[in-house]
């Protein structure tokens, strides 16, 4: 989901031709799917638009965690890594926000499921 919130960041961003292979590598994305992406040569935002969104159908549960994976590695990209890190804190704590009041006027904090 952080993925999905952070699209156009990642887009804009991300060189997808560095991370393909990595993919390919790591049994994310097929070898149809890299040659089909690696063709999309003038347009690396359409590149990378076009890989999300192969991510995004692929079902796979692990894509995202390989993709931030292979972000992670890429040095100039600490900065997106630490705002996807950051992306996910917020969601984190936001899941655990108070839900009520006590008569005390202390929040009574939701257990995380």
Request: overall charge negative.
């Amino acid at each position: 989901m952080k993925f999905r919130k952070l699209h156009s960041t990642v887009v804009n961003n991300v060189n997808a031709a560095s991370i393909i292979n990595f993919l390919f590598q790591e049994d994310i994305i097929g070898a149809d799917d890299m040659r089909s992406l690696l063709r999309i040569r003038d347009d690396p935002q359409q590149q990378c638009s076009e890989l999300l969104a192969l991510l995004h159908t692929s079902g796979n549960r692990n894509a995202f965690v390989q993709l931030y994976g292979a972000i992670k590695q890429e040095s100039h990209l600490q900065w997106l890594v630490e705002d996807i890190d950051t992306f996910a804190d917020r969601a984190t704590l936001t899941a655990q926000q108070p839900s009520s009041t006590n008569a005390a006027g202390f929040y009574s904090v939701r257990e995380r499921s």
